[in-house]
Nanobody
Framework: QVQLVESGGGLVQAGGLLRLSCAAS????????MAWFRQAPGKEREFVAA????????YYEDSVKGRFTISRDNAKNTVYLQMNSPKPEDTAVYYC?????????????????WGQGTQVTVSS
């Protein structure tokens, strides 16, 4: 089992920079596929990015490709989401998620563990 705590959210101007972190506690962080999802008011939770156990495979939702970067540091039990040039439409609560198994899946139901979320607000 793993516990996840996100941090780093806040208010950022469009075109700025923001880095989200997700610290994991529990056992064997390096055996989990990690992902970021987000949920805007009145919308479904949607996939943002995922990273394989060793960090060599990445997958992004189309709208964030080239702007956001997911990474992980297994020695620190932490996964990151670097948000470059955020847009107002990126405003949402961002969640960190973890799953065991294989495959960079994009559906929320495929992830077993979730953090509490961190609010990101992008002003225009």
């Amino acid at each position: 089992q793993v516990q996840l705590v996100e941090s780093g959210g806040g208010l950022v101007q469009a075109g700025g920079l923001l880095r989200l972190s997700c610290a994991a506690s529990g056992r064997a962080f390096s055996t989990y596929i990690m992902a970021w999802f987000r949920q805007a008011p009145g919308k479904e939770r949607e996939f943002v990015a995922a990273i394989s156990m060793g960090g060599s495979s990445l997958y992004y939702e189309d709208s964030v490709k080239g702007r956001f970067t997911i990474s992980r540091d297994n020695a620190k039990n932490t996964v990151y989401l670097q948000m470059n040039s955020p847009k107002p439409e990126d405003t949402a609560v961002y969640y960190c998620a973890a799953r065991q198994g294989y495959g960079l899946l994009v559906t929320a139901k495929d992830y077993d563990y979730w953090g509490q979320g961190t609010q990101v607000t992008v002003s225009s």
